[in-house]
């Protein structure tokens, strides 16, 4: 069993910054694929950012300049920077790893539990 555990969620003051966190646990041999994924009420979830095992990376054009993404592979961790936050931030975010359970097996796409931000005008 895979375990996405996300932290850091809250509420922010327009313009203002806050960093989620995102652990991967339980039978990991590798983990290709990490992003964030948010949804609003209402609407559809939507991609945020990926990035790659090898670092590439990947924005949404809302978020380009003001979003960081990146990632700790000894630590099977992902994390997302946001700055100059704004009310239109304001969703779950859910955290995606695309896992590897053993050498040669296929790839497992799993989700965290996700966390509330949300940001006031």
């Known amino acids: 069993q895979v375990q996405l555990v996300e932290s850091g969620g809250g509420l922010v003051q327009a313009g203002g910054s806050l960093r989620l966190s995102c652990a991967a646990s339980g039978s990991i041999f590798s983990i290709n694929v990490m992003g964030w994924y948010r949804q609003a009420p209402g609407k559809q979830r939507e991609l945020v950012a990926t990035i790659t095992s090898g670092g590439s990376t990947n924005y949404a054009d809302s978020v380009k300049g003001r979003f960081t993404i990146s990632r700790d592979n000894a630590k099977n961790t992902v994390y997302l920077q946001m700055n100059s936050l704004k009310p239109q931030d304001t969703a779950v975010y859910y955290c995606?790893?695309?896992?590897?359970?053993?050498?040669?097996?296929?790839?497992?796409?799993?989700w965290g539990q996700g966390t509330q931000v949300t940001v006031s005008s």
């Open positions: 995606n790893a695309d896992v590897v359970y053993r050498l040669g097996s296929a790839t497992f796409k799993h």
